[in-house]
């Protein structure tokens, strides 16, 4: 299972268009406000049917969910392909959303499911973030593939059509699961009333669990953060792009399309790497807190969890604002790598705060707990997009970098202050 939950993470992962997604649209005659506009959208649309879709998963079958997630992906894939109008834009984020409200969540839950019942959940950072380091090896080979494409048909267009290909492969290796991962948690009638009552049930637990509450907090602040600021790259690598056009007498989109197969090849490549060692940097906090605990005798007054989360999130917070910097004076290749490291950060964040829901949450009901948090995700990405926008129209696009960087460090440092109150 292990095998085919690593193909589902390469082949989702398979997204051709993602390094181009902000070129698109800025290729169409967008503005920044105008993408934020849009990514707000999607997040609302994710919102409305974010929790209910893993209550869904959670009472009528997992598998069931995943096959539609990825059958909405490819209907918005198409409209990507061959609709220009701004309007339209729109019914393509509408699918786009569904997709992403009925995956998010529910895979993971069925990665646990499946380590319980083998009795593996004491290795479930080290599996998670070796199945999510084939998801990033997916991303490297799809970059180089988007690319070739985008140098040799001078068409960002294609991207969206190509990655019809890889999800209806998805499709296919999703069917080949047990019966017994497409397991509901409803008996007798299924209606309306028991899929609300779930809901609520775990937005209770939600709110109420302490932990749950400054992991979902966490989460918003960091991955929401994470979401609006990384496609930002592409922008910076159209503008680094120009020297390389100018010098090689290149179309800009070409010369785009090979410096970011270039980067884009590089952060993949690395993000695997550091999902799969994500486990080793927990342990290194682990031992140096036992370390520390050992010389003063007292006890640690931070789980070396929320240390290494928080550590974590401050580096990333002073990685943005460096890259924010670097893009105001342009000094465009220092930009880039901080986003490369930014990228390696949020790799090693993501398999550890993963499982830290594992610790806090029952089996039967992480997949409506998952599907909260990344509600509060998109909830963050909803409010913080439109304003990145705005600042990048208005102020530069380092001035978007910078308002990011600060929403990171206030977050890290509030969740810091929470996690040493609450041990003393």
Request: charged share 15%.
């Amino acid at each position: 299972m292990i095998l085919k939950f690593s193909l589902y993470g390469f082949l989702k992962n398979l997204q051709f268009f993602e390094p181009f997604l902000i070129l698109h649209f800025l290729n169409l005659g967008l503005n920044y406000f105008q993408i934020g506009l849009l990514i707000a959208f999607r997040t609302v649309c994710i919102n409305i049917f974010e929790v209910p879709s893993g209550a869904l998963a959670d009472l009528y079958g997992r598998k069931s969910s995943m096959i539609f997630s990825l059958s909405c992906y490819i209907v918005s894939f198409l409209v990507f392909s061959f609709v220009s109008s701004y309007r339209s834009l729109f019914f393509a984020m509408f699918f786009f959303s569904i997709g992403e409200a009925f995956r998010t969540g529910t895979h993971k839950a069925m990665i646990f499911d499946w380590l319980r019942l083998n009795g593996r959940l004491d290795e479930k950072t080290k599996i998670y973030g070796y199945t999510r380091s084939w998801s990033k090896i997916g991303s490297s080979l799809s970059v180089l593939i988007s690319s070739a494409t985008v140098i040799i048909l001078n068409d960002y267009r294609w991207v969206f059509i190509l990655s019809i290909i890889p999800y209806l492969g998805g499709i296919l290796n999703l069917m080949g699961y047990p019966d017994y991962m497409n397991r509901s948690n409803s008996k007798g009638h299924r209606d309306v009333r028991r899929i609300f009552s779930h809901l609520f049930e775990n937005l209770k637990i939600s709110f109420k669990n302490r932990n749950v509450r400054m992991l979902i907090i966490q989460s918003a602040g960091f991955d929401g953060s994470f979401k609006v600021i990384k496609d930002y790259l592409q922008p910076v690598l159209k503008s680094q792009a120009l020297f390389i056009s100018a010098l090689f007498t290149l179309p800009v989109i070409r010369s785009t399309g090979i410096l970011a197969g270039v980067v884009y090849s590089v952060i993949y490549i690395l993000s695997a790497a550091a999902a799969r060692k994500s486990h080793l940097f927990l342990d290194l906090i682990k031992g140096l807190i036992i370390k520390n605990s050992r010389k003063s005798h007292k006890e640690p007054h931070i789980t070396h969890e929320s240390l290494a989360l928080f550590l974590l999130m401050m580096i990333s917070a002073v990685i943005v604002f460096i890259s924010g910097v670097s893009v105001r004076y342009k000094i465009y290749s220092v930009s880039i790598i901080a986003f490369v490291i930014y990228f390696l950060i949020q790799n090693i964040w993501r398999p550890i705060i993963v499982s830290q829901y594992d610790n806090y949450t029952n089996s039967e009901n992480q997949a409506t707990i998952l599907s909260i948090e990344s509600q509060a995700k998109n909830s963050s990405v909803f409010f913080l997009a439109p304003i990145a926008g705005f600042f990048a129209d208005n102020f530069g696009l380092a001035a978007g970098f910078i308002f990011i960087s600060l929403m990171l460090m206030a977050v890290s440092l509030y969740i810091y202050k929470f996690n040493k109150s609450e041990s003393i």
